[in-house]
């Protein structure tokens, strides 16, 4: 079962606008993941962040996680066209490697 | 990065016939591949861990028989859609564990059954 929701569904922008994806999930994790889907492609890992930790950086992608409320946000800032695609967050409930959960992602739309 | 090959890309195939997906991890080894199911605008739905020399350990509701999986190398994974029928068309991607608990994904194969 999907663990993971994100939420909104499907944002649309302008290029130059940042955009916040949010994620919940269920259980206890071990750390939490971002990926990124453009159409009818395989996903790409953009960043991991661990139980322990509360905010991290990477480019223009900055995600937090409240493991009281068990949620996580995205934040992609001066979005670009080229940013467009679907983006998921997926949970790592156990120590070391093991399954990711998926949640059902967002649609993210930018416009030049 | 490490890189995960995945093909073919697309294949679409008469309905009664088996079609075959191949999974490659290209630069490193990979104990453990995993396959999903993507319906369109859906997330992905596991549908079996495959691991290397062993049996594939399969989701609930995945029939072991319609979908076969064989891991016979680190490097290796493919997923036979057996007697594929209309309702098996979809969205097929593998994904490999690497180093640092990521996923390294193929591009996917979009399986159209006629």
């Known amino acids: 079962s999907q663990q993971g929701e994100e939420d909104p569904q499907a944002l649309s922008i302008q290029e130059g606008e940042n955009a916040t994806m949010n994620c919940s999930y269920k259980?206890?994790?071990?750390?939490l993941q971002w990926y990124r889907q453009n159409s009818g492609r395989g996903l790409v890992h953009l960043i991991l962040?661990?139980?322990?930790?509360r905010e991290k950086h990477s480019g223009r992608l900055r995600v937090t996680l409240d493991t009281s409320k068990k949620s996580s946000s995205l934040l992609i800032t001066a979005s670009r066209a080229a940013d467009t695609a679907s983006y998921f967050c997926?949970?790592?409930?156990?120590?070391?490697?093991?399954?990711?959960?998926f949640g059902k992602g967002t649609m993210l739309l930018v416009s030049p | 990065g490490a890189v995960v090959s995945q093909h073919p890309s697309r294949v679409i195939c008469k309905s009664g016939t088996s079609v075959k997906i191949e999974c490659r991890s290209l630069?490193?080894?990979?104990?453990?591949m995993f396959w999903y199911r993507q319906f369109p605008k859906q997330s992905l739905m596991l549908m079996a861990t495959?691991?290397?020399?062993?049996?594939?350990?399969?989701e609930q509701g995945v029939e072991k028989d319609k979908f076969l999986i064989n891991h016979a190398s680190l490097t290796l994974s493919t997923l036979t859609v057996t007697s594929a029928h209309p309702e098996d068309s979809s969205f097929y991607i593998c994904?490999?564990?690497?180093?640092?608990?990521?996923?390294?994904f193929g591009s996917g194969t979009q399986l159209s059954v006629l």
């Open positions: 994904s490999a564990s690497g180093r640092n608990e990521k996923l390294f």
């Open positions: 259980t206890s994790i071990n750390n």
């Open positions: 962040i661990r139980s322990n930790e």
């Open positions: 997926a949970t790592d409930a156990n120590s070391g490697y093991s399954t990711l959960t």
């Open positions: 630069d490193f080894q990979a104990t453990t």
């Open positions: 495959s691991n290397e020399g062993s049996k594939a350990t399969y």
